[in-house]
């Protein structure tokens, strides 16, 4: 299984953005709420689950969207 990440470093703050890699692109809507899974922000590189549990360990923030095992990362 892959995923897309992109960890931002902002005023002491560590974001860790990671996604399945196949919702990439995507838009998700339900009633009044919709989320866009962007490249931009989700990353262009593959990582393992491996990886991203490392990324996830030096988290202050974490933005996880996806259904694949995500929350078993954390």
């Known amino acids: 299984m892959k995923f897309r990440m992109k960890i ?5 703050e560590v974001l860790v ?12 809507k339900e009633g009044d709420l919709k989320i866009e899974i962007k490249e931009d922000f989700y990353g262009k590189e593959s ?16 933005n996880i969207s996806g259904r694949k095992r995500l929350l078993n990362l954390l």
């Open 8 to 12: 931002y470093r902002v005023r002491g």
């Open 17 to 28: 953005a990671v996604c399945d890699e196949d919702i990439v692109g995507k838009e998700f």
């Open 47 to 62: 990582y393992s689950e491996e990886e991203v549990k490392r990324a996830l360990r030096q988290a202050t923030i974490a």
